[in-house]
């Protein structure tokens, strides 16, 4: 296991890795068969009862393609995986019920693209707060990733 400088990256393996949030180290399954490499972990700032998003780039290490299922976060209500989408000149937000992540290859969530929502927030998130996200992965692996909080897009 590695973890980049800045505490953003971490490798994490997919049978059952968390980011442990005392140490911020990753603690590795020894039999896993994939990695994972997330890093660039941010959320919007946004009033408590809106809506927020969050964004992140996973890198699939492993030989195996892996799916993003869906997320969790604390601070709302539900997350959920969205697309932004160009309809008849409108941009549109759609829901996604994976976002996938081939071998060898980076996904990014973005503002206007893939990202994950975060609906209907219990308090405000304030930009320089850090919040856990959970992210669920096909192979049934949840990893807990912190994600700092900002007031850029």
Do not use: W
């Amino acid at each position: 296991m590695r973890q980049a400088s800045g505490g953003r990256s971490c490798i994490l393996s997919i049978v059952f890795v968390a980011l442990a949030a005392a140490g911020g180290r990753c603690q590795r399954s020894p039999d896993a068969p994939q990695e994972l490499e997330i890093r660039n972990a941010r959320v919007r700032s946004a009033a408590a009862g809106l809506n927020s998003a969050a964004y992140l780039q996973i890198e699939n290490l492993g030989a195996g393609l892996e799916r993003l299922l869906g997320a969790q976060c604390a601070e709302a209500k539900t997350a959920e995986l969205h697309r932004i989408i160009l309809d008849e000149g409108l941009h549109q937000m759609r829901p996604l019920s994976a976002i996938e992540i081939p071998p060898g290859q980076s996904v990014a969530l973005t503002p206007g693209g893939d990202h994950i929502m975060l609906i209907d927030l219990h308090r405000p998130l304030i930009g320089g707060q850090q919040v856990q996200l959970q992210l669920q992965f096909e192979s049934r692996t949840a990893i807990s990733i912190p994600a700092r909080v900002t007031d850029d897009p």
